[in-house]
């Protein structure tokens, strides 16, 4: 996230985002929605409902094929009025999703925003296809999409974004909406500024904890989810290869006379077990997908982490400047040259100035210190409001990690434990089917 | 259950020392040396050459008696293998095993007797019993050499494997109401070492089992005319079953090499859960209870796949040989029938010339020769019935031959079917109820884990609560 690119550019830091301004406007709004409702989903209903293919003409106009995703909503009233009217609907496909996502990434930049499912399959075993158009990669997709927009509508701060809810209500013209916000600008300084390298002197200190434990999390959770890929498929071929059990057992019953039926059922269930495999190891998929969401997840607490110091550094930019024209205003009062500057040079080898234009200067400079304070004010204040809320929102997004994962791990317990009562169950199964034998 | 041993047929064989010892140094295919042993003793079966052979092959059945369903319940000798050790002489570097035998039978002179045999004794004890049996089934000897392209000869699991397959050869052929009559046995449990190299010597010479060898040969390539029904569907079966059975044994092997494979993977994993847990607080304890969950998972799955190694592998593999046996076994009674067809179509070929009147060549020669037409016709026909009675004789003999093999081999099926039947039929028993334990106890490792983390949301309620 530190590769810059090429220079110390600084010079765009200013208007990446919202004013100060703008931003205790938002706040304030914020508290008032908060009190009118905590999430979105209190008022309507939203599922991603099916994928469908299209196919159509894309930027450089050539013929391709996308997947659209169907998105339902329903007001919650309407339900419990007994009638169960239809669900409004409308199609979106996986860029409108990243669309709305980067959109919001400018707009809200303390919150952590929920994490897209991934673009492509990117950890994949042999029986885990690579393929977008694979239908179980659709599907877990469109589950994770799902997902997507029930965790900006229950987040006390997103829900409440006009952009969101009319990509959840109007098919048409939302594109165009969203380019009409001037997000995209935004977005590219941002960028821009995210890459840049510069040295915070004072972050503060849970930041940069942030920050390193996400990079740890993004590590871990990486090779965690690489080395379960690969126990999967080990147990996929454990599993399958008993599958030639049932074929030879049949085989081998047929020119048995005794031994026959024993034989015979016994190879049902080694069948049994070898088919067992897939709709296990199609559970354990889900289990993976929420430690990806996760580890999606990282991007986002880092880029608040960077958001932080782009702040703080800005801060301290602004004091520095500061600090340096009371010095110089300071040493045009006193007539000390304590600094080394051009001007001192020239003035030593030209002549010193006249008293009206040091009267000049110095105007110039209490206009520019006046300027300078309030300048640091603000950025004071804006770095303050910018702590204050991201970290509310890193708290809440602490409580939900927690509480996701362990769900998560309860529920990869509970996956074992049905395959071992199905592994008992096949296995005392054949047991009775070789006693007979 | 009577047994009398008497000095049994085993005409006794040279031991092709030579060989042997040069298959045991080289890495020969293993297959191809039981091959060369059971090659050169096969009609040595009923040997009637052998003037000094008391009885013939027929009254010995009647010595040992034949029962059809003994089971083990008066069993009057118990034999282990075990203590392997390794010698080493300035040639060779070999094993020898301890054979203890502990016996009230008659023919014993002693109640217990304590031996050291090799691997070479064994092969040579087997060659004893299938040239003197040779349509009986002798259960098989452990191969040469465990795995093709294995280099480690001594490593303890091999060892163990193999005196583990000794084991059950010897105690097979104790079970057995013929072969353990045999004096061959007899000498193979109780000779010291020097006494067992002498007995070795002592047989028909090497000319004589290459006169065998040829007759042997010339006899499969003739193959048998009329061979009954009955053998021939064994025949078929044991095709069949031979396919079956070395299609198992590769099926069981590749299922270790998966389990094994995805036990290395599993060994990986777990830790990975801990190094996570250092990262977090909340989640930490949670996130080391998978692990070690994970972990313990590992050590069963490391005991269910030795219990398949060393329960299942080694018995299919077992009976992978035996369908190879009872190949060779069939292969020797359709020799044996096919020479008395041969004799019996000499015979007839003789009583046609002998009834076939004139244009003899002879015959004109003779007359030629100014012979007497009258006598010498009467002298070729005297000749001629001569080598018909010599004939009918050895048909006889032969007929008897015939017959007795045939018997045996059909009492013997029967028991070597039930004797498979039990073996794979247990062997199958024990791993499906080991794998029902592996899965118990796996159940129970994650269903404890389940439980530690059920119960922590009492301790939570207060957190939940907080805004």
């Known amino acids: 996230m530190m590769a810059d690119s090429g220079s110390e550019e600084i010079a765009v830091i200013g208007n990446t985002d919202l004013t100060s301004a703008e931003l205790e406007n938002n706040i304030k709004n914020t508290m008032v929605e908060i009190e009118k409702w905590t999430s979105l989903l209190r008022k309507m209903e939203i599922s991603v409902g099916e994928a469908e293919k299209r196919t159509g003409k894309n930027t450089v106009n050539m013929q391709e094929i996308y997947t659209v995703y169907l998105i339902e909503t329903r007001p919650v009233d309407a339900v419990t009025e007994g009638i169960i009217p239809a669900p409004d609907s409308l199609w979106r496909r996986y860029s409108e999703f990243e669309l709305l996502r980067n959109y919001l990434l400018v707009t809200y930049p303390f919150v952590v925003v929920a994490p897209l499912p991934e673009k492509r399959a990117e950890i994949v075993w042999h029986k885990l296809s690579a393929d977008n158009m694979d239908p179980d990669f659709v599907e877990r997709r469109r589950v994770g999409l799902e997902n997507f927009l029930l965790r900006l509508a229950s987040h006390p701060v997103l829900c409440n974004d006009k952009i969101f809810y009319i990509f959840l209500t109007e098919e048409k013209g939302w594109k165009e909406m969203v380019y009409e916000t001037g997000f995209q600008a935004k977005a590219d300084s941002r960028l821009k500024a995210m890459n840049a390298a510069f040295r915070v002197k004072n972050p503060d200190k849970r930041f940069t904890e942030l920050k390193h434990y996400s990079d740890e999390l993004q590590a871990v959770v990486s090779q965690l989810l690489r080395v379960r890929a690969r126990v999967a498929d080990r147990l996929y071929g454990v599993y399958k290869v008993h599958g030639n059990y049932g074929r030879v057992f049949s085989e081998w019953s047929a020119i048995e006379k005794e031994m026959g039926d024993g034989l015979q059922s016994a190879g049902h269930h080694m069948d049994a077990y070898a088919a067992s495999v897939d709709d296990i190891l199609e559970e354990e998929e889900h289990y993976a997908d929420q430690l990806k969401e996760y580890l999606f997840y990282t991007e986002a607490l880092r880029a608040v982490c960077r958001k932080h110091e782009l702040t703080q550094f800005e801060l301290e930019m602004a004091a520095q400047d500061l600090a340096s024209k009371k010095q110089q205003k300071e040493e045009l009062v006193t007539g000390t040259v304590r600094t080394f500057s051009l001007k001192g040079m020239t003035s030593k080898l030209f002549g010193q100035e006249t008293a009206e234009q040091r009267e000049a200067k110095l105007q110039v400079l209490e206009q520019q210190i006046e300027e300078g304070e309030e300048a640091v004010k603000e950025k004071n204040t804006e770095s303050d409001e910018f702590v204050k809320t991201a970290w509310i929102d890193i708290e809440h997004f602490k409580d939900q990690k927690d509480r996701d994962l362990k769900e998560a791990l309860i529920s990869y317990a509970i996956m074992q434990i049905s395959r071992c009562k199905k592994g008992i169950q096949v296995w005392t199964n054949a047991k009775e089917c070789f006693n007979k034998m | ?467």
């Not at chain 2, 042997?20 to 020969?28: K, Y």
């Not at chain 2, 076939?356 to 012979?371: P, Q, T």
């Open chain 2, 1 to 467: 259950m009577s047994r009398t041993i008497d000095a049994v047929v085993s005409p006794t064989q040279t031991n092709t020392i030579p060989a042997d010892i040069s298959g045991q140094m080289l890495d020969l295919d293993e297959d191809d040396d039981l091959e060369v042993f059971s090659k050169d003793l096969t009609l040595a079966d009923g040997n009637m050459f052998n003037a000094s052979m008391p009885t013939s092959p027929g009254s010995m059945v009647n010595q040992c008696k034949f029962e059809e369903d003994e089971e083990s319940d008066s069993k009057d000798i118990f034999i282990t293998v075990d203590n392997p050790e390794s010698h080493v002489t300035a040639i060779e570097t070999f094993i020898t095993y301890r054979v203890l035998t502990k016996t009230t039978r008659s023919e014993f002179d002693n109640s217990e007797y304590e031996v050291r045999r090799r691997y070479q004794d064994f092969l040579w004890l087997k060659g004893k019993l299938e040239d003197a049996h040779s349509t009986l089934i002798v259960h098989p000897l452990p191969e040469k050499f465990v795995v093709k392209g294995m280099v480690e000869r001594f490593n303890g699991d091999f060892i163990e494997t193999r005196r583990k397959a000794l084991h059950k050869f010897l105690n097979r052929i104790a079970d057995h109401p013929i072969l353990s009559c045999s004096e061959d046995f007899k000498v193979f449990l109780s000779a010291q070492a020097w006494e067992l190299t002498t007995y070795k010597k002592q047989g028909p010479g090497f000319l004589s089992r290459m006169g065998e060898t040829v007759r042997a040969v010339a006899n499969s390539v003739r193959g048998v005319k009329n061979r009954p029904e009955e053998f021939t569907a064994i025949q078929e079966y044991v095709e069949d079953f031979s396919n079956k059975i070395g299609s198992l044994d590769k099926v069981t092997q590749r299922i270790v090499k998966e389990q094994k494979e995805y036990l290395e993977e599993l060994k990986e994993y777990g830790p990975t859960y801990t190094l996570w847990s250092g990262s977090e607080e909340e989640l930490a304890e949670q996130l080391k209870g998978v692990a070690g969950c994970i972990e313990r998972c590992c050590k069963e799955t490391e005991e269910q796949v030795g219990h398949l190694s060393d329960t299942l592998v080694p018995v299919l593999h077992e009976y992978v040989l035996c369908a190879e046996t009872l190949k060779a076994v069939l292969r020797r009674r359709d020799n044996i029938q096919a020479e008395f067809e041969a004799k019996n179509e000499a015979l007839a070929t003789k009583k046609v010339d002998r009834d076939a009147e004139s244009s003899d060549l002879g015959f004109v020669w003779g007359s030629l020769l100014g012979k007497n037409p009258e006598e010498a016709r009467h002298q070729r026909q005297e000749r001629l019935d001569g080598e018909i009675e010599e004939l009918k004789e050895e048909i006889d003999k032969l007929e008897d031959r015939v017959e007795w093999a045939n018997n045996a081999l059909k009492g013997d099926w029967g028991r070597w079917q039930r004797s498979m039947r039990g073996d794979l039929k247990s062997a199958f028993l024990s791993t499906a109820e080991k794998n029902v334990d592996y899965y118990e106890k796996c159940l129970a490792v994650w269903e404890t884990f389940l439980l530690s983390q059920r119960t922590e949301p009492s301790e939570e309620t207060d957190r939940d609560n907080t805004p």
